[in-house]
């Protein structure tokens, strides 16, 4: 074999090796950017209390509140306390829901946030990296769910350690 030939191998086994490896870590990553997580500095029900109010307070409607540990109680199992609390802002989600094309992420919709306890004791907040969601779709979805986001971080922070 000359020395273009192995030349050539060996990017060409490089440059698979590096695909494979970048795929790796961005897979394991995934997660992580997808879902955010923060300790909140109250207990649940102040956590719940001060989260709510700060909502209605920014012009978003909680349609529905989740208690995830009545529901299981419901089912003969036992999980910690726990709210996830599904937020609307109607004028962002007309934005989206006006037009055809964009309904696709309805799926997504309300924005969810939950708020949890954990054996450690303590009391959580987690939320979907909407603006990381809506960036990779583009145009008005990229647009609405940035501004969704920012606002969310702004209801989070009332409550993050």
């Avoid at 306390?81 to 934005?95: D, I, N, S």
Wanted: hydrophobic fraction near 45%; include cysteine; charge should be negative.
């Amino acid at each position: 074999m000359d020395f273009n030939k192995q030349s050539i191998l060996f990017i060409a086994a490089g440059l698979i090796a590096g695909i494979i490896i970048t795929t790796f870590f961005a897979y394991k990553a995934a997660p992580g950017m997808m879902l955010k997580e923060a300790e909140s500095k109250y207990n649940f029900e102040k956590s719940v209390e001060v989260f709510e109010q700060t909502a209605l307070d920014m012009g978003w409607k909680i349609p529905t509140v989740h208690d995830m540990q009545k529901t299981m109680d419901n089912f003969g199992k036992e999980v910690a306390q726990m709210k996830v609390f599904e937020l609307c802002h109607p004028e962002h989600a007309y934005k989206i829901l006006r037009l055809d094309q964009e309904r696709i992420v309805s799926s997504m919709m309300p924005c969810r946030v939950s708020i949890y306890e954990k054996s450690d004791g303590k009391t959580y907040v987690s939320w979907m990296n909407t603006a990381m969601m809506g960036g990779m779709m583009g145009g008005v979805i990229a647009d609405v769910m940035g501004d969704a986001s920012a606002e969310s971080e702004k209801m989070i922070a009332s409550i993050k350690k």
